[in-house]
């Protein structure tokens, strides 16, 4: 056995000569380095600082929004309602593959043109392949009277802006 | 005529100035004429020899050799058409049109590119079904396959980036689409879609990248696994030969081919047990 065996040979996987030390050394030396230069490579391709629009919106005087009006725009994608309730504002942006939804007047829903879903004007959806309903968007009155609106923060649907 | 020609030909190629370039020298020998592939740079990765019959048109269709053709009329018009491309916003746009309208012969180099693009994906899904049906991805050719999907895998990214570029509405629409379903792999998928935008938009971050990805990148990537890929069919024993018959006849055609192969696949499996 081996605590008796005065002639057994040394473990194979224990015996580290010379060559063997200095293979695993710089194998070990170039594993660091792949590693050190993934991660380097990772976070210089994910930018720090983007130069993208502002998420926050000024949508104007509520005024100009007429009872029952679903008013769309499509440089900032999203529409402003104005029901009994109040105001609020949705997110354009279709939940399934990202397309710009428009407002259809004439069936009284928002739609998808890309792969057909539908939604009401509340954001819920009607039909087609959208996992989630559109996201309401927070919105706050400011100092001027402005109806503002952040696209950055989602709220839960059904709190309306009052006014 | 002639004959002063061939002098003049055989006198140019014994000179020291073409010696000292083609070391294989001059001579019509099989040995000069395999030393000609074997000793150049280019063709050293070909095979030296290839058999008569699988130079006609029915033993390959020549479907890898016009993939590649279409592959290297898109490098030099796409490098043509890198001379009037700015990649950012909106001039991508303007330099699309320019192209189309103003520049000699823009429309013709654009449209070529175009169309090669889509005849290059024509034609690999062409090759890789040949091969396919073939059987010719069967040992020792099987990780020449796989070369061959890493290549499709390549055409296509090539193609969706390239894509992008026009920066027309179905251009960024097709981007965001194409992103939005990158972000539906699980945990990462975001996160793709965030490295390869540059940001949440498809915006001027976005159009850079795919334009270093669309010029500099995939196509590297597809020089060196086109290299690798020819490389292989040297390596795997040439262009794949169907098998002759005993007697002389045309190789055997699919039904009958399938017939040998399924009474191979029994009489395997028996043994076996």
């Known amino acids: ?163 | 005529m002639a004959g002063k020609f061939d002098l003049y030909l055989d006198r140019m190629t014994k000179s020291r100035l073409w010696r000292s370039i083609f070391r294989s020298g001059s001579g019509d020998s099989s040995l000069h004429r395999a030393q000609k592939i074997q000793q150049n740079v280019f063709l050293h990765i070909l095979p030296t020899k290839v058999r008569r019959r699988m130079l006609r048109l029915d033993a390959t269709w020549y479907l890898g050799t016009l993939t590649l053709g279409t592959f290297m009329v898109l490098v030099i018009t796409g490098i043509l058409l890198m001379f009037y491309y700015h990649p950012s916003v909106p001039q991508a746009y303007a330099d699309m049109k320019d192209l189309r309208y103003v520049v000699s012969a823009g429309l013709f180099l654009r449209n070529l590119h175009r169309w090669s693009a889509q005849a290059m994906v024509a034609l690999v899904f062409a090759h890789m079904f040949r091969v396919f049906y073939r059987g010719a991805y069967r040992p020792p050719r099987e990780f020449n396959w796989v070369i061959g999907v890493i290549l499709l895998l390549v055409t296509l990214l090539l193609s969706y980036t390239g894509y992008l570029l026009p920066w027309d509405q179905l251009a960024f629409w097709a981007i965001t689409v194409g992103t939005n379903i990158a972000k539906y792999v699980p945990l990462i998928g975001p996160r793709i879609r965030f490295l390869l935008l540059g940001g949440h938009l498809v915006n001027a971050n976005a159009l850079l990248r795919f334009y270093v990805l669309h010029c500099v990148v995939l196509p590297l990537a597809a020089v060196l696994f086109i290299v690798v890929h020819f490389w292989r069919i040297r390596k795997d024993g040439g262009l794949y030969a169907e098998q002759s018959q005993a007697d002389g006849r045309k190789p055997a055609d699919t039904p009958s081919l399938k017939s040998v192969e399924e009474s191979v696949a029994v009489a395997e499996a028996v043994e076996k047990r």
């Open chain 1, 1 to 163: 056995m081996a605590e008796d065996g005065k002639s057994e040979p040394a473990q194979p996987e224990q015996e580290v000569n010379r060559r063997a030390f200095f293979t695993r050394l710089g194998l070990g030396s170039l594993g660091l380095a792949a590693a050190g230069t993934l991660s380097f490579s990772y976070q210089y391709m994910s930018p720090n600082v983007l130069y993208e629009p502002s998420p926050i919106v000024n949508a104007g005087n509520p005024s100009k929004y007429a009872m029952n009006s679903v008013t769309e725009d499509r440089v900032t994608a999203i529409y402003l309602i104005r029901v009994q309730e109040g105001f609020f504002s949705l997110s354009a942006i279709c939940t399934h593959l990202g397309c710009m939804t428009a407002w259809r007047p004439d069936l009284g829903i928002i739609a998808c043109p890309c792969h057909g879903s539908r939604f009401t004007r509340y954001g819920k959806k009607i039909a087609g392949p959208a996992p989630r309903p559109l996201p309401w968007y927070r919105t706050w009155l400011s100092d001027d009277g402005d109806i503002m609106v952040d696209r950055a923060t989602v709220i839960p649907p059904m709190q309306f802006l009052r006014i």
